[in-house]
């Protein structure tokens, strides 16, 4: 059974740092793209970062520059540094895993949240 936990998440004034992890157990972790999502109260959920399995990261553009991805594959861990929190930035966070063996599959984590307030 694949499980994700995300961590890491709370309350941070604006300009602040927070850093997300999602472990993942039940997966062939090393051989899965891994990836980010948040959801804002009323929005849709939307991509944030990757990291695939050979460290290729990409972002969005309204995180370029403030967050960092990363995974350690030794401890199944995947991470995202947040750094100069915005108000905007306020969501649920979630972590996905796609395994190579079945891109068509898609596993999510339960979602941290997020609050970036004064």
């Known amino acids: 059974q694949v499980q994700l936990v995300e961590s890491g998440g709370g309350l941070v004034q604006p300009g602040g740092s927070l850093r997300l992890s999602c472990v993942a157990s039940?997966?062939?972790?090393?051989?899965?793209?891994m990836g980010w999502y948040r959801q804002a109260p009323g929005k849709q959920r939307e991509w944030v970062a990757t990291?695939?399995?050979?460290?290729?990261?990409n972002y969005a553009d309204f995180v370029k520059g403030r967050f960092t991805i990363a995974r350690d594959n030794a401890k199944n861990t995947m991470y995202l540094q947040m750094n100069s929190l915005k108000a905007e930035d306020t969501a649920i966070y979630y972590c996905?895993?796609?395994?190579?063996?079945?891109?068509?599959?898609?596993?999510w984590g339960q979602g941290t949240q997020v609050t970036v307030s004064s």
């Open positions: 990291v695939t399995s050979d460290f290729t990261s």
């Open positions: 039940g997966i062939s972790f090393m051989f899965s793209d």
């Open positions: 996905l895993a796609v395994p190579e063996i079945d891109p068509s599959s898609r596993y």
